[in-house]
């Protein structure tokens, strides 16, 4: 039988002259067996470009047994798109559930994951002036640099700006711009700042003064260095 059907017993009464009476019993078969679910493992699932997760099918992954007939459905349905973030979650409910909706839910959790790196434009290498003490100031290079990501970026850069570094004319100085998501992927570029010195130098030279002449009616010039 099934849930709810239906088994009709006749009871029949007969005495010596054969006489009868009849009655029709129904019997109807009632379902209060839960099924027993059995359905995937958690698991990880990686976010697409919009930094969404898209629910996979669990239900061929799962399996349910009953005494009788069972099906097996999942909420969120497969396909559906959630937004979310590096190690989000989304718990999909998974129910087991047979004709006299006797069921059996288990929750299945997704765990978001982010493995696209940033995508980094980082500035120019770019001329810095030398200070009074032949030292350059490390710019802000986070400001004019731009990254996209799936999720969330964040820029920055080694040395901080406002390092002072020493260095010389044409000298040069590597700074490192990296963009890092949620995730810790990351892309780096390196700008190259070039100290230049525009500052001429101040002069104080000797005083004018008078050197003898020789026998020969010359000069010899003196050190003035």
Known sequence: SSHNGTVEVVVTATDEADN???????????????????????????????CSITVPNLIDGSS??????VTITQSPVAGTI????????????????????????????LTAKDNEAPVLIAEADQEVILDAD???T???????SSATDNCMVTITQSPVVGTI?????????????????????KVESTVVLTAKDNEAPVLAAEADQEVILDADCS??????V
Do not use: R, W, Y
């Open 165 to 185: 570094v020493e260095s010389s004319h044409n000298g040069t100085v590597d700074v490192i711009v990296t963009a890092t998501d949620a995730a810790n992927n």
């Open 134 to 136: 032949c030292s350059i």
């Open 64 to 69: 349910a047994a009953d005494n009788c007939v």
């Open 20 to 50: 009868i009476v009849e009655s029709t019993v129904v019997l109807t078969a009632k379902d209060n067996e839960a099924p027993v679910l059995v359905v995937e493992e958690d698991q990880d699932v990686v976010l697409d470009a919009d």
């Open 82 to 109: 959630v937004s979310s973030s590096h190690n989000g979650t989304v718990e999909v409910v998974v129910t087991a559930t047979d004709e006299a909706e006797n069921i059996d839910e288990l929750t299945v959790v």
């Open 219 to 224: 000069i010899t010039v003196p050190n003035l």
């Open 138 to 144: 490390v710019p802000n290079l986070v400001d004019g």
